[in-house]
C-alpha cells in the first residue's frame, strides 16, 4: 500500500471507492459493518509506529454513506496497513434520504464543521438531485453554503458522486422516476453536474462505485 504512505488526497479517493464495493457483498458487509445514521462518534485510526502525519475527514450525507459504515470503513482500512505513516480521525452525520438543504437546516453537520479544524468535508448529496433542474439549483445553493463554511477554515470539499441504479430498476420503468431513463443517461448526468458543481465550488468531485 505505498500510495497509502505516499499521498493523502488520493487516499480518500481509492478508499471511497473500495469501500463502496461492500454494496455489492450486503450479507457480508451487514455482519462487519452495521448501518448507523446520525452523528458518529469520532473514529482514529491506528499506526504502527507514532504517526507521522495526520487526517482529519468528516463525511455529511445519507445512506449512500452510511450504509456498510463506510467512514468506519475508510478508518480500518488505513489502519490495515502496518507502514502506513498517516493517522485518520473521521466523522460522519448522516440521515436517510436527507438533502444537503435538510442537513444544513438541521444544523448538526455544520456544528460538526465547526467543531474542529478538518482537512477535508466529503459531501453526499440525496441519489436523484442531478436529474432535475430544480434540484441541481437546490444543491448549487446548499452547496455553495457548506463550502462557504467547510473553507473559511482552511478546509477542501470533496463531492461524492453516487453511483447509478442497475439496468432493470424500476427507477427506468415506473412513470414516477421516468426523469432517470437509463442507466447510461443517468451516468452522464451525474458525471456532468457533479463536476459542473465542483467547479463552481472549487471543490473536487470524488467518482464512488
Same mark, same amino acid.
Do not use: C
Given at each position: 500500500?505505498?500510495?497509502?504512505?505516499?499521498h493523502?488526497?488520493?487516499?480518500?479517493?481509492?478508499?471511497?471507492?473500495?469501500?463502496?464495493?461492500?454494496?455489492?457483498?450486503?450479507?457480508?458487509?451487514?455482519?462487519?459493518?452495521?448501518s448507523?445514521?446520525? %452523528?458518529?462518534?469520532?473514529? #482514529? $485510526?491506528?499506526? !504502527?509506529?507514532? &504517526? /507521522?502525519?495526520? +487526517?482529519?475527514?468528516?463525511?455529511i =450525507?445519507?445512506?449512500?454513506?452510511?450504509?456498510?459504515?463506510?467512514?468506519k470503513?475508510?478508518?480500518?482500512?488505513?489502519?490495515?496497513?502496518?507502514?502506513?505513516?498517516?493517522?485518520?480521525?473521521?466523522q460522519s452525520?448522516?440521515?436517510?434520504?436527507?438533502?444537503?438543504?435538510?442537513?444544513?437546516?438541521?444544523g448538526?453537520?455544520?456544528a460538526?464543521?465547526?467543531?474542529?479544524?478538518?482537512?477535508? %468535508?466529503?459531501?453526499?448529496? #440525496? $441519489?436523484?438531485? !442531478?436529474?432535475? &433542474? /430544480?434540484?441541481? +439549483?437546490?444543491?448549487?445553493d446548499? =452547496?455553495?453554503?457548506?463550502?462557504?463554511?467547510?473553507?473559511q477554515d482552511?478546509?477542501?470539499?470533496?463531492l461524492?458522486?453516487?453511483?447509478?441504479?442497475?439496468?432493470?430498476?424500476?427507477?427506468?420503468?415506473?412513470?414516477?422516476f421516468?426523469y432517470?431513463?437509463?442507466?447510461d443517461?443517468?451516468?452522464?448526468?451525474?458525471?456532468?453536474q457533479?463536476?459542473r458543481?465542483a467547479?463552481?465550488?472549487?471543490?473536487?468531485?470524488?467518482? #464512488?462505485?
Amino acid at each position: 500500500m505505498e500510495w497509502l504512505r505516499n499521498h493523502k488526497l488520493p487516499v480518500l479517493g481509492i478508499v471511497l471507492l473500495a469501500a463502496a464495493i461492500s454494496w455489492i457483498n450486503w450479507p457480508a458487509a451487514d455482519a462487519a459493518y452495521p448501518s448507523r445514521e446520525g %452523528v458518529s462518534p469520532v473514529m #482514529v $485510526s491506528t499506526t !504502527a509506529a507514532a &504517526p /507521522q502525519y495526520a +487526517l482529519h475527514i468528516l463525511f455529511i =450525507g445519507n445512506s449512500f454513506t452510511f450504509y456498510h459504515a463506510i467512514p468506519k470503513q475508510l478508518v480500518d482500512i488505513a489502519s490495515s496497513d502496518p507502514g502506513n505513516p498517516t493517522q485518520f480521525t473521521v466523522q460522519s452525520v448522516t440521515l436517510a434520504g436527507i438533502t444537503l438543504k435538510e442537513l444544513w437546516n438541521d444544523g448538526k453537520a455544520a456544528a460538526a464543521i465547526r467543531s474542529r479544524r478538518w482537512d477535508y %468535508v466529503v459531501l453526499q448529496e #440525496v $441519489s436523484s438531485w !442531478a436529474l432535475m &433542474p /430544480q434540484w441541481v +439549483l437546490q444543491t448549487m445553493d446548499y =452547496g455553495k453554503r457548506f463550502n462557504t463554511l467547510i473553507t473559511q477554515d482552511g478546509a477542501r470539499t470533496l463531492l461524492y458522486m453516487t453511483w447509478v441504479n442497475k439496468p432493470g430498476s424500476h427507477w427506468y420503468t415506473d412513470p414516477e422516476f421516468s426523469y432517470a431513463r437509463n442507466p447510461d443517461y443517468m451516468l452522464r448526468t451525474f458525471i456532468t453536474q457533479t463536476y459542473r458543481l465542483a467547479d463552481k465550488l472549487g471543490a473536487m468531485p470524488v467518482d #464512488v462505485g
